[in-house]
T-cell receptor, first 115, second 114 residues
């Protein structure tokens, strides 16, 4: 049972345009969401997060939007740069229900930004 | 700068060998995790440890065991390596107090079993 879903395995965009990566979740107990970025042969690094009490969080070129009613979040990168090419993982955690904040990851989306 | 260090970046082992993957963190984090990453399957949790000498199975523990004798070190053990354990292995840690703000990952160990 996949609780965090990234339905697009890959996405290709032109440099300077917007990249939109999507993530859906099924567990209504999730109340904190994170995006990680991973380059080949490296560990994932934290990118941006959002609490369920917000619907938007922005950090420079990166913005995460949360739609709780749809159980959907998205990561927007504007403008996209070639260095953004990486695998992006969506992750979620719950503050209750005994999960002790354990992260549940999606399968990832490979973003390719073409010069 | 906080760090999670995995002892090997690349490892090649033979089928049937006992393999040790080591992970050390210098942040005094209570929780530590072992994941494997495979194409199309994302990050899958193998084992985790909430504190010293504690361990819990993740989603895919078969064929693996772990050891956490000291707070800073979390070892993943492949008792008898098999070719289907060829993968990228990632260690992570987090603080019990700020843990909901995410994990810190190591750089990974690319293990090939031949």
């Amino acid at each position: 049972d996949q609780q965090v879903k990234q339905n697009s395995p890959s996405l290709s965009v032109q440099e300077g345009r917007i990249s939109i990566l999507n993530c859906d979740y099924t567990n209504s107990m999730f109340d904190y969401f994170l995006w990680y970025k991973k380059y080949p042969a490296e560990g994932p690094t934290f990118l941006i997060s959002i609490s369920s009490i917000k619907d938007k969080n922005e950090d420079g070129r990166f913005t995460v939007f949360l739609n709780k009613s749809a159980k959907h979040l998205s990561l927007h990168i504007v403008p996209s740069q070639p260095g953004d090419s990486a695998v992006y993982f969506c992750a979620a955690s719950a503050s209750s229900g005994g999960s002790n904040y354990k992260l549940t990851f999606g399968k990832g989306t490979l973003l390719t930004v073409n010069p | 700068d906080v760090k999670v260090t995995q002892s090997s970046r690349y490892l090649v082992k033979r089928t049937g060998e006992k393999v040790f993957l080591e992970c050390v963190q210098d942040m005094d984090h209570e929780n530590m995790f072992w994941y494997r990453q495979d194409p199309g399957l994302g990050l899958r949790l193998i084992y985790f440890s909430y504190d010293v000498k504690m361990k819990e199975k993740g989603d895919i523990p078969e064929g693996y065991s772990v050891s956490r004798e000291k707070k800073e070190r979390f070892s993943l053990i492949l008792e008898s390596a098999s070719t289907n354990q060829t993968s990228m292995y990632l260690c992570a840690s987090r603080s019990l107090w700020t843990g909901r703000y995410g994990y810190t990952f190591g750089s990974g160990t690319r293990l090939t079993v031949v």
